[in-house]
C-alpha cells in the first residue's frame, strides 16, 4: 500500500454548481466552502500530513469584478471565524501564491500564518494567486540572482513549496482535464484522478475512494 503524505486539490465546480442550483456562481463559492471543511476533518482522519487547495489561481483575476470581491470576502470571513478552531485542531495554514491583496488582507493571512507556525498535525498550503509558472521563474531569478547552481535541489529551495514532498495525488473535481497552471514542477510523479463532481457535491465517500484506488497503484517513478 503506498504512503500517503500530500493531497493537492484542484477544487473546481463552484460557478456552475451554483448557476444550475441557484442561478448564482457565487452561491457556489459559498457551498464549496462546506466541502473544504469536511476535506480537511477527513485528511486528518488519514493521517495525511500535508494537503494543498487551489483556491485562487493567477489567471482568476480575469473573472468579473463582483466575483473576486466575494471570494476575498468568503476567504476573508472563513479565516476570522476558523482561525482559532484551526489552530485548537493543530493545523499549519500557509498561503501559496504572491500575497499582494489589500494590506488589510495580506495583513490577515500573515496573522494567521504565524499564529498556526508551529502545529504539526496538518499543513495546509492554501494557493491564492498562484501560478506555477510565475513560482518557477521567480526560482530561477532567485538562483541567478544568488549564483547559485542550476539543479533540483537548489531550484526546491525557492519555490513556495520547499518544505513540502511532492504531492502523492492530485485530485481536480469538475469535470475538466486539465492543470491550470497548478503544481506543474511539483506534480512531476503525481497520480491524477479527475472526478466528475462540482466541487459543492464532493464528499468524504469520493475522497476515501479515490485515497483506496491510489494507495493500491503500483507507483514506478521510472522502475519496473
Ligand atoms: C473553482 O470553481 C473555484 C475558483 C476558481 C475560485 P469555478 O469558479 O472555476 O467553477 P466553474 O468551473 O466555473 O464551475
Ligand atoms: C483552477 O480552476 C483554479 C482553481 C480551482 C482555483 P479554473 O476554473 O480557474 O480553471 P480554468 O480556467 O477553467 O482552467
Ligand atoms: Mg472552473
New binding site residues.
Partial sequence: MNPLNHVAI???GNGRWGLKRKNSRNAGHRAGLNTVEKIIKETIKHKVKFLTL????T??WKRPKNEINFLFSLLENFLKDKIEDLNKQKIKLKFIGKKNFSSKLNYLLRVSEKKTYQNKRLQINLALNYGSKAELINAFKELKKNKEDINEKNLNKYLQTYNTPDPDLLIRTGD?K?L?N?LLWQLAYSEIFFEKKLWPDFNEKDYNKIIKKYKNIKRNFGNI
Avoid: K, L
Avoid at 487551489?54 to 489561481?57: C, D, I, R
Fill in positions: 484542484i477544487m473546481d487551489y483556491a485562487f489561481s489567471e482568476n475538466t486539465r491550470s497548478f
